[in-house]
């Protein structure tokens, strides 16, 4: 009935904005990443738009979405409406004025009155407004097993202190703290460099952290460096890492929480993002979110620093300024097209104005209500790094400190990249 009302509303307002406009027959296009699950969540978001406009939305998804979209970019051939991974590659974009410029169809103010300000700025590029995030993942979280940390008679640490204490006490029972799981194919490694991000906004202020994203600062600055530290303070450490660093490396970053399931538990902590939840399902559908597995936030390492947020989001821009793109891109910055989009997946939502009542289950809103009220959010580094390096030397240097290399030779070699790559 909910659902019903929700689905109701939207139509009647779509209704109200359009109200005298003919669209029926024409169609907008739409270019993202989505597949499978979340390909039907998106078009389950588009039927009140399509059904209240007579819009027909035409999605297309492809893995390949930087090489694709560049590609249809340089020929004269963009989609509409395109999903976009990152800030990074929205600024190329608008940088070669392939974007339209938001502020010139929708109301600015209305979107500040929804969003942070910090999702507005995310979004701008040299004082205008290019895209608006639809879709959120939260990374600075642990989960836990909260049935093993009771039977083991463990405490949520609040602290970095606390965690190392926890882990210890662990270890000194004979038993592992930490599942990790580094192996993503072409992409491993991608893992260990969401704990150097979130080390880092821990020990410095926000601004060191944009200063080291935008190569203002060397990889082997020491405030970079002492993050690495503390990330092999667990990675390296063959006690504390469920099958030492050689199992970490080789384990699949979706199955790396698996450890914390088994009886008696092979691990008891793991660091992931919100999105790791459907895959905690997929290999445990018995499991019970919020009962069987929960989480807390990455803790805090200097206290002046607090705990921020890091996280990932999928953004949208308009490529070809037409009235149904116009029309679209109103619809999907409402809280009512996004309370759809999340109640289908459990993802977050960056707009505060989503109702609570719209997510699945009380994990998934005790993680939007985190990334909703955190003081400091930044988006996820190795996305707005140039390809080189958050894509290239950043990974590949994660699996060669947890393989043992030397932290300086490491250091070394990915600033050696990043000189060059920041050229371009």
């Given at each position: 009935?909910?659902?019903l009302m929700l689905?109701?509303?939207?139509?009647?307002?779509l209704?109200?904005?359009?109200?005298?406009?003919?669209?029926?027959?024409?169609?907008?296009?739409?270019?993202?990443?989505w597949?499978?699950?979340?390909?039907?969540?998106?078009?389950?978001a588009?039927?009140p738009?399509?059904?209240?406009?007579?819009?027909?939305?035409?999605?297309?998804?492809?893995?390949?979405?930087?090489?694709?979209?560049?590609?249809?970019?340089?020929?004269?051939n963009?989609?509409?409406?395109?999903?976009?991974?990152?800030?990074?590659?929205?600024?190329e974009?608008?940088?070669?004025?392939?974007?339209?410029?938001?502020?010139?169809?929708?109301?600015?103010?209305?979107?500040?009155?929804?969003?942070?300000?910090?999702?507005?700025?995310l979004?701008?590029?040299?004082?205008?407004?290019?895209?608006?995030?639809?879709?959120?993942d939260?990374?600075?979280?642990?989960?836990?097993?909260?049935?093993?940390?009771?039977?083991a008679?463990?405490?949520?640490p609040g602290?970095?202190?606390e965690?190392?204490?926890?882990?210890?006490?662990?270890?000194?029972?004979?038993?592992?703290?930490?599942?990790?799981?580094?192996?993503?194919?072409?992409?491993?490694?991608?893992?260990?460099?969401?704990w150097?991000?979130?080390?880092?906004?821990?020990?410095?202020?926000?601004?060191?952290?944009?200063?080291?994203?935008?190569h203002?600062?060397?990889?082997?600055?020491?405030?970079?460096?002492?993050?690495?530290?503390?990330?092999?303070?667990?990675?390296?450490?063959?006690?504390?890492?469920y099958?030492?660093?050689?199992?970490?490396?080789?384990?699949?970053?979706?199955?790396?929480?698996n450890?914390?399931?088994?009886?008696?538990?092979?691990?008891?902590?793991?660091?992931?993002?919100?999105?790791?939840?459907?895959?905690?399902?997929?290999?445990?559908?018995?499991?019970?979110p919020?009962?069987?597995?929960?989480?807390?936030?990455?803790?805090?390492?200097?206290?002046?620093?607090?705990?921020?947020?890091?996280?990932a989001?999928?953004?949208?821009?308009?490529?070809?300024?037409?009235?149904?793109?116009?029309?679209?891109?109103?619809?999907?910055?409402?809280?009512?097209?996004?309370e759809?989009?999340?109640?289908?997946?459990?993802?977050?939502?960056a707009?505060?104005?989503?109702?609570?009542?719209?997510?699945?289950?009380?994990?998934?809103?005790?993680?939007?209500?985190?990334?909703?009220?955190?003081?400091?959010?930044?988006?996820?580094?190795?996305?707005?790094?140039?390809?080189?390096?958050?894509?290239?030397?950043?990974?590949?240097?994660?699996l060669?400190?947890?393989?043992?290399?030397?932290?300086?030779?490491?250091?070394?070699?990915?600033?050696?990249?990043?000189?060059?790559?920041y050229?371009?």
């Amino acid at each position: 009935m909910r659902k019903l009302m929700l689905v109701l509303l939207i139509l009647g307002l779509l209704v109200s904005w359009f109200c005298g406009v003919s669209f029926a027959g024409r169609t907008v296009s739409v270019l993202g990443v989505w597949g499978g699950g979340e390909r039907d969540a998106f078009m389950k978001a588009m039927e009140p738009f399509e059904a209240a406009t007579g819009i027909r939305v035409e999605f297309t998804g492809t893995r390949d979405l930087p090489a694709v979209l560049t590609t249809r970019v340089a020929a004269g051939n963009p989609p509409d409406i395109s999903v976009l991974p990152n800030p990074g590659q929205m600024q190329e974009f608008a940088r070669v004025r392939a974007l339209v410029d938001l502020g010139s169809f929708m109301d600015i103010n209305k979107l500040r009155n929804e969003y942070a300000e910090t999702w507005i700025d995310l979004g701008s590029y040299e004082g205008k407004l290019y895209a608006i995030f639809f879709s959120a993942d939260l990374k600075s979280l642990v989960w836990y097993n909260p049935r093993a940390f009771a039977d083991a008679g463990y405490d949520v640490p609040g602290t970095w202190n606390e965690l190392i204490t926890l882990s210890d006490k662990i270890v000194s029972q004979g038993k592992t703290p930490w599942s990790i799981g580094l192996e993503s194919g072409a992409a491993s490694g991608w893992p260990g460099t969401d704990w150097i991000e979130d080390i880092m906004l821990r020990i410095a202020k926000p601004e060191i952290y944009d200063k080291w994203v935008n190569h203002e600062i060397p990889w082997t600055d020491p405030v970079v460096k002492r993050a690495w530290q503390i990330f092999g303070q667990i990675a390296r450490n063959k006690n504390y890492v469920y099958g030492g660093p050689a199992t970490e490396l080789t384990t699949n970053f979706g199955e790396a929480p698996n450890a914390l399931f088994t009886s008696p538990p092979r691990a008891y902590m793991h660091k992931q993002a919100t999105f790791i939840k459907s895959f905690i399902l997929k290999y445990n559908p018995q499991l019970v979110p919020g009962k069987d597995f929960s989480f807390f936030p990455f803790p805090s390492i200097d206290p002046e620093y607090g705990v921020p947020a890091l996280g990932a989001a999928d953004m949208f821009s308009v490529f070809n300024d037409t009235e149904e793109a116009r029309a679209l891109m109103r619809y999907l910055a409402t809280p009512g097209a996004q309370e759809i989009w999340v109640a289908q997946l459990g993802k977050l939502s960056a707009n505060r104005r989503v109702n609570p009542n719209a997510y699945p289950d009380d994990l998934t809103r005790k993680a939007a209500k985190i990334l909703a009220n955190a003081r400091t959010f930044r988006f996820d580094g190795s996305d707005l790094m140039p390809a080189a390096v958050g894509s290239g030397s950043f990974w590949t240097g994660i699996l060669d400190y947890v393989s043992g290399e030397d932290l300086d030779s490491v250091l070394k070699r990915i600033e050696a990249t990043a000189v060059d790559a920041y050229k371009r």
